[in-house]
């Protein structure tokens, strides 16, 4: 038990993560799911990617407003 709270133990990878992190952007996730990433997940890994995905969708939404604006 003691390896799961350690992150630098945790065997996912950063594109497992990123995945991991878009299902959540979605809000579409099973519990069973959920609790494997949990296991597995690297902390700072998640942190990363969430800032990522966020950066991601908020240029993404002022390129459609400037697409949709120009017309």
Not at 58 to 70: G, S, Y
Request: overall charge positive; proline content about 3%; aromatic content about 8%.
């Amino acid at each position: 038990m003691q390896d799961q709270n350690d992150p630098t133990k945790r065997k996912a990878s950063f594109g497992a993560t990123l995945k991991a992190v878009m299902w959540s952007f979605l809000g579409i996730r099973k519990k069973s799911d959920y609790e494997q990433d949990a296991a597995k997940l690297n902390p700072i890994h998640v942190v990363i990617a969430g800032v990522i995905a966020a950066i991601s969708f908020v240029v993404t939404l002022l390129l459609i407003v400037k697409w949709v604006l120009a017309k």
